[in-house]
Each structure stands twice: as C-alpha cells, then as structure tokens.
C-alpha cells in the first residue's frame, strides 16, 4: 500500500483471475470512495462498496461530459476513448444519454429478447459444432466466446454476413490501446463503413439497431459513434463473462450438475456468475459536473470518478462470503450490468447468451476441463476488447 502522502496506484498489480487483489480490498475496507492515482498516472475518484456506487449510478451529475477534453484525467490511456468521447457540455451530454437509450431500449425489449432465444441458441449450436470437430485441446476463447458473442452482436446491430469479415478488421484496428495513429486511421475507416451501411438500411430498412438509429433523425456520425459503442461494449462485457464463466463452472462440477439439471437454477447460476466473474477492473470513467459531497469526501466539479461494477459485487456489506461461488446465492443484487440511468440496455440479452452458452456446453461437452491450470490463465491486456488471452479446454 502507499505510503500516506502518496496516492495508491490502480493497475500496478498483476490480477489474480477471479481473485481481489490486496489493494483493491484494502481501499475497499479504507473507505467507500478512495482518491487514487490511475493507470494512465492520473488521479481520480475510486468507488469500492456497493451500496455508494448504487447511490451514485442514479446521480445525474455524473457523466461522459468534460469542459476541457483534451485535459481531462483519465483512467487509461486511450486514442479510442478519446475519439469517442468528445461532448463538452454537461447538460448537452445528458440530453444525448438519455435520447440515445430511448432510441436503443425498445431493440433490448423483454418480448424482443425472448424472440430472439431460438436465434441464440442456432448460433450458439452452429458455433459449438464447428468447436467440437477441431477436436480437443482447443482454445475456448477464440473457437466459441468470441465468434457467439460477435454473431449476435452482428445480427442485432444490423451487420451484413458479407460484411463481417472487414468489421471485424476495422474493429481489431481501433482496439489498441495505445497507437494514437493506427486508432485515427481506423476510426475514419471504420466510421466509412458504418456510414455506407447506414445508407444501404436507409434504402433497404431492416429490424436492427443500424435502421432504428437511421430513422431516428440521427447523423450518420452520430450512428456511427453509437453502433461502434454498441460493439465494443456488447464484446468486451459478453466474452469475459463466458470466459470467466466456464472456468468457475468448471472449477465447481457439483454446482454445474445441478444448474445442468434444473433451468431455473441456471438462470441463478448466470447472476452469480455475472456476479463473481470478475473481481475488480471494470472500470466505467466518468466527471463530475459540480461539486458532490458524500461521506465525507468533496468531489469537485470536472474530477475523474471511476464506477468498477466488479469490485462492489465483493462487498461484504452487501453479500454474505462473498468469495464463495454460490449458485443458490438469494438474494444476489449484483451491479455488473450497472444500475439506474447508467443500466445496460442490453443485459436481458447478454443473459440469454450466457444461460445458452453454459447450457449447451456442458450439455454436449460433460467433460470439458481446463487443460492447463487455471493460475496459468491470463486476461488480455492493452486492448478494449476483453477476455482471456486463451482458454484451453479439453474433453
């Protein structure tokens, strides 16, 4: 830990899969928001426990908005983040969330999702197919998390089969974390791209997000921007969690057997594995817009706040051992899908997803196992999109 006069550094520790690491639980047990220096040497807010970040995803003086972009403190370094996050005007970026969510909610509806199960679980079939005939060890990873979660993606979004291929290229280009002109170059391309199929849905409209964003007297760019969100969130938060998913089902057969044996226990089975799947690090950055004081801190206006949606859900306040994996876990009010106006819209279907996922693996697959330890693991680095570097399996 730091020493009293200097700030605690995030992202200076090697994680531990599925593990908080020392520092993480021991800013959590300091306090419910801590002032910590970020990875990208920058300091900000850190908020550890449960019940405050709950309090604070309903506040509506939190958002994407800076009045100073290009000096803003950030979490990470990123060109992407920083091309994407360009809104100035508080009250001007609140009014382009909420306009956004009312545009995207009705495509993540209740009766849409459950119109689209039997679509999940042909993708989900089709990609287990071609999984299991490469024959074991494979990696999990790349052979099914991924393909699934994109194909999905794809098909709500409004991606052509045709032009997946180059999506994923562009995609791949924007990713990096670190190379200001490879992300400049991608975005321009990729936002080419987007704006060509948004002219191909506005002659031919389809029932897809690309179309609905279209006719909703959005710019092209503005359609752009939210569909690439739309893409890189959807993976990044999907493929961890079925990553991370198989490797705890794994790990605890007996509870794997009885959520095989019983759907409604599955469905359980997909909330604590939403809820313990990650232990810190996913990190949602945003700015104060005026001046808040809450427990005894002052957080000031155009100071950098960072939600984890992770570190909260082990919270002993708030879960009973919450280094146990329970499956029966009741209740289990996790926030990895956030919460209030900050709720992820597309949570019932990343549900559905995962439930098909773990389902149909381990129902064709019963003796799937790591094929190497799981401290052998390791998570992606220096890239948004998330995950495992690999996941090899065998059975």
């Not at 209740?110 to 993708?123: G, H, L, S, T």
């Not at 759907?263 to 808040?292: C, F, N, Q, W």
């Amino acid at each position: 830990m730091a020493s009293p006069h200097e700030l605690p550094s995030l992202g200076l520790e090697p994680p531990v899969l599925l593990e908080v690491s020392p520092l993480l639980r021991e800013l959590q047990e300091r306090g419910p928001i801590c002032r910590v220096r970020t990875p990208a040497g920058d300091e900000g807010w850190l908020v550890t426990r449960h019940a405050e970040l709950k309090q604070l995803l309903h506040d509506e003086r939190f958002g994407h908005s800076h009045p100073d972009p290009a000096n803003a403190a950030q979490y990470v370094r990123s060109p992407f983040l920083d091309l994407m996050n360009t809104e100035t005007d508080a009250e001007a970026g609140r009014r382009t969330h909420t306009e956004s969510r009312r545009l995207l909610a009705p495509m993540f509806s209740a009766r849409r999702v459950r119109e689209m199960e039997p679509k999940v679980a042909a993708v989900v079939d089709g990609a287990l197919d071609r999984f299991i005939a490469q024959g074991p060890p494979a990696d999990l990873h790349d052979g099914l998390c991924v393909p699934v979660a994109l194909t999905v993606l794809h098909d709500i979004i409004g991606v052509p089969s045709p032009s997946r291929e180059q999506l994923a290229a562009l995609l791949a280009q924007m990713a990096v974390l670190d190379d200001r002109e490879s992300v400049e170059h991608g975005q321009r391309d990729l936002f080419a791209f987007v704006a060509e199929l948004v002219d191909r849905k506005r002659a031919e409209p389809g029932d897809d997000i690309i179309t609905r964003l279209a006719e909703g007297g959005l710019s092209d760019e503005r359609v752009a921007t939210l569909a690439v969100s739309l893409l890189f969130a959807g993976l990044d938060s999907v493929v961890t969690i079925m990553d991370h998913g198989v490797v705890l089902l794994a790990a605890h057969p007996e509870q794997r057997a009885a959520a095989l044996a019983d759907p409604d226990l599955m469905t359980h089975a997909v909330e604590e594995v939403l809820r313990a799947a990650k232990a810190g690090g996913s990190i949602l950055p945003r700015y104060a817009t005026e001046d808040i004081a809450i427990d005894g801190v002052t957080i000031r206006s155009g100071d950098l706040v960072m939600f984890d949606f992770s570190l909260p859900n082990f919270d002993e306040r708030a879960f009973d051992e919450p280094e146990r994996f329970d499956i029966t876990r009741a209740p289990n009010p996790h926030l990895s899908f956030a919460h209030g106006i900050w709720h992820c819209i597309g949570a019932p279907l990343a549900r559905i997803e995962l439930k098909t996922v773990f389902t149909q693996l381990f129902t064709r697959l019963p003796g799937l196992r790591l094929a190497v330890a799981a401290d052998e693991l390791r998570e992606r680095d220096g890239r948004l999109s998330g995950g495992l570097t690999e996941l090899p399996v065998a059975w």
